[in-house]
């Protein structure tokens, strides 16, 4: 396992990158990212919904809220991301494809 001081590094990193790609795809897409407090949302209207990427320190993940189910990703060292266990997802794959599920179409990031 990380330290957290690596951890908060890796985190903060990957969540501007993943703020950066849903501002361009927002440009595209009905929806709406915002980053408040180390924390980030995407918010839809239609349907309407809203999914939180939150970093959790203590146990050195990233939790997603997501179609009222919670996801865990963990620091992959070999990959250089944070990835779901369950799928082997990064974290951009899993937001892309959450995303997709909600809006109905294709979303890449």
């Known amino acids: 396992m990380i330290d957290e ?7 903060d990193a990957a969540l501007e990158d993943l703020y950066k ?21 995407v918010a839809f209207e239609d349907p ?4 939180v990427v939150s970093p959790q320190a203590p146990v050195r993940q990233i939790w997603v809220s997501a179609h009222s189910k919670s996801f865990k990703l963990d620091w992959d060292a070999g990959r250089g991301d ?10 951009k794959q899993m937001i892309a494809k959450a995303i997709s599920q909600q809006l109905g179409e294709s979303v890449s990031l």
């Open 5 to 11: 001081q690596e951890f908060r590094v890796r985190c």
């Open 21 to 41: 790609a849903l501002g361009q795809a927002a440009d595209d897409y009905d929806f709406d990212p915002d980053m408040n407090n180390g924390a980030l949302s």
């Open 48 to 51: 309407p919904a809203k999914f």
């Open 82 to 91: 944070f990835v779901l266990s369950e799928t082997g997802d990064s974290l």
